[in-house]
């Protein structure tokens, strides 16, 4: 399993901003898709969640309303819309994979790739 997420950067507070969560080494056939974030100075807090088959989806109360996640097919990548953005959505966000049920635990997903830092300025 070979995870990455990409499209972090600096917006302006209000604006948006897309990820990308990819896997080189295989399909994402089979599992579940989170998204967590680590803000600067905190512990790293879920922020949502897909399966990959039935597209059952899990959002954190903070984000519900501005993010949305979604699953290409075509492109075997999952996408984190995030609008709105705020200042305190700024952390280093990361996907990570788990087999089978929709969690929000992090502990629940065995595989995690390399972290993506998104900036918001105010």
């Known amino acids: 399993v070979q995870l990455q997420a990409s499209g972090g950067g600096l917006v302006q507070a209000g604006g948006p901003l897309r990820l990308s969560c990819a896997d080189s080494?295989?399909?994402?056939?089979?599992?579940?898709i989170g998204w967590f974030r680590q803000p600067p100075g905190k512990e790293r807090e879920f922020v949502a969640a897909?399966?990959?088959?039935?597209?059952?989806?899990l959002l954190a109360d903070s984000v519900k309303g501005r993010f949305t996640i979604s699953r290409d097919y075509a492109k075997n990548m999952v996408w984190l819309q995030m609008n709105s953005l705020k200042p305190e959505d700024t952390a280093v966000y990361y996907c990570?994979?788990?087999?089978?049920?929709?969690?929000?635990?992090?502990?629940?997903?065995?595989?995690w790739g390399q972290g993506t830092l998104v900036t918001v300025s105010s």
């Open positions: 990570a994979t788990r087999v089978g049920t929709i969690y929000k635990l992090e502990r629940m997903f065995p595989n």
């Open positions: 897909i399966t990959w088959s039935v597209g059952s989806l």
């Open positions: 080494g295989r399909t994402f056939s089979g599992y579940t």
